[in-house]
């Protein structure tokens, strides 16, 4: 007679599953309708978690297909800590898997751009270091030179165009996107986090620098497409650079 | 286990669950508000606005932290990780009050963000005692728990809710969240009597009284199903209730809990002030 959790559980995942023996009613009769309520609050519950964090995945999919999408999903991937803030990291991979959604190649790499911003909105705050410090260098101590970066700073790299995509389905005036691979560097300056659009030479520069590398290093993974004084430049206008060492 | 720095507890006055959208309205016209209680987990973050708006209330106002993802119920152990989260924010935030949930919601590593319910055995009273006690270690001070809503019964239940919170009190020093809503809706769901619940709750060991809104439906047998949705305003059963438990248990701190179709600040302030009605019929 005893309902264990297992028990519980796996019930409420499954709609289709019987509501386990024990499970009664005020008046000892078996309670399907009642133990409905927790199978619909996790379900919704977890449904608007995905929605309010993947609003663009949600306006390219629709809303019918997306809450269908999120149905599948949090049945495969439940939160594995109750930081819901957090919550989808699994997000890329499934719908670059998932049958309905695998056709959108860009759809995985939107994902995880919606991830990173959220990432970057609970980040730790920072304190932008000093620009002047890199006056005081001697030209060539410059290459040796490594940045921290502020704890919000993310690139992701695509082979679509995930800036124009993200800001088409999120500002009203954006132009209409055009097939090219695209790198977005997302910081956040004071509470709200911001996306820029990079080339792939800038985000490999950027990872390196934030892996610890010197610019000297950073500069010769990236490929000839660099601009490092506008790199430079975009990090430390966007008070994305803690320390110049 | 009180220290001497510990921030003082709640007063006996109406709070309500803090939402990000009324951060200006708390801020510039708070009116009667005495006090605010937030969602531990929604502050668990490493920066950013969540915490920097937190740092401003709390100059302002005693702050309740409400935890819904410890899973004291749950029959595995408590996630360690969370623990020391828990840990972290209450030692910086030092906040005047901690509560969690007589419920579980994470099993085998995963976790279902909702509130979901015990057979009350002696095997669940030793297990969730347990853990209320190294919830209480852990944070250095005491905790209450909080009665849930019931939808349906587990036939190998052998204590009453009252009796289960009553003992887990007594053997932990933990004290009581007591929600008269969920007394309410769980009365209702279960065909018995709210007020006899009241009567026969520990009302010396509640450190707080939670009022919010609840769906109405019914079962396939046609019977009432009450669903806690706090996404309305508090019903007159309801408020009548806690007319009935105040005047059994004196003044304790109130909280209006509004947490989807979250409406704007003003038909907050109002459930506020009609709170603060029913805590001046008691007040000497």
Redesign the interface.
């Known amino acids: 007679m005893t309902v264990t959790q297992t028990a519980f559980k796996a019930a409420m995942l499954d709609p289709a599953a019987a509501v386990p023996t024990g499970i009664v009613n005020p008046d000892g009769a078996a309670a399907s309708k009642r133990f409905d309520v927790y199978r619909n609050n996790v379900a919704v519950s977890l449904s608007d978690a995905l929605e309010a964090a993947f609003p663009v995945v949600r306006k390219l999919l629709g809303d019918e297909f997306f809450r269908a999408m999120a149905g599948v999903f949090l049945r495969k991937h439940p939160p594995k800590s109750p930081l819901m803030m957090f919550y989808g990291d699994a997000m890329p991979q499934f719908l670059g898997r998932f049958e309905p959604t695998k056709k959108f190649g860009y759809l995985p790499d939107i994902a995880k751009v919606e991830l990173a911003i959220r990432h970057a909105y609970h980040a730790a705050d920072a304190t932008s270091a000093d620009a002047q410090a890199f006056g005081t260098l001697a030209p060539d101590a410059l290459m040796g030179t490594k940045l921290r970066l502020a704890p919000a700073t993310q690139t992701v790299t695509s082979d679509y165009p995930i800036h124009a995509i993200y800001r088409a389905n999120t500002q009203t005036d954006a132009p209409k996107p055009v097939m090219q691979a695209e790198a977005v560097l997302i910081t956040r300056a004071g509470f709200d986090p911001e996306i820029h659009h990079i080339n792939a030479a800038a985000a490999t520069c950027i990872e390196a620098l934030m892996k610890g590398q010197s610019l000297g290093q950073a500069m010769a993974i990236a490929d000839d497409t660099l601009d490092l004084g506008a790199v430079l430049g975009l990090l430390l206008a966007q008070g994305a650079v803690t320390e110049i060492y | 286990m009180l220290d001497a720095t510990q921030n003082p507890p709640l007063p006996a006055r109406s709070g309500v669950g803090y939402k990000a959208q009324h951060y200006s309205d708390i801020m510039e016209s708070p009116g009667p508000l005495g006090w605010l209680e937030i969602h531990a ?2 502050y ?9 708006q937190l740092r401003h209330l709390a100059e302002r106002f005693p702050i309740s932290v409400h935890g ?4 004291i119920g ?2 595995g152990d408590l ?1 360690a ?2 623990l020391a ?1 828990l840990k972290h924010l209450v030692s910086w935030l030092n906040p005047a009050s901690f509560s969690e949930h007589l419920a ?11 509130l ?2 015990l ?1 009350y055995t002696p095997k669940t009273l030793d297990r969730v005692a347990t853990h209320v006690q190294q919830v209480q270690e852990t944070i250095g001070r005491q905790m209450l728990l909080e009665n849930p809503s019931s ?6 239940s052998t204590m009453s809710e009252t009796d289960f919170l009553r003992e887990l009190a007594q053997r932990t020093g933990c004290g009581l969240l007591l929600d008269v809503n969920n007394v309410f809706v769980s009365a209702t ?4 009597s709210p007020q006899a619940y009241i009567d026969d709750f520990p009302l010396d060991a509640v450190g707080e009284i939670h009022l919010g809104g609840h769906d109405e439906d019914e ?3 046609g ?1 009432p ?1 009450l ?1 806690d949705s706090h996404g309305k305003a508090v019903v007159d059963p309801v408020w009548a209730l806690l007319d009935y438990t105040l005047a059994k248990s004196g003044p304790k701190p109130l909280l209006i809990e509004w947490d989807t179709d979250v409406p704007e600040w003003p038909v907050l302030a109002d459930e506020i002030e009609r709170a603060d009605r029913a805590l001046s019929l008691v007040m000497s």
């Open positions: 987990e929604n668990m973050g490493d920066g950013g606005r969540p915490l920097a819904v993802g410890l899973s749950g029959e996630d990780d969370h989260r579980w919601s994470t099993h085998d590593s995963h976790f279902f963000n909702d979901l319910p057979p939808y349906l019964a587990f036939a190998e769901n279960l065909k018995t079962d396939e047998t019977a199903l669903i």
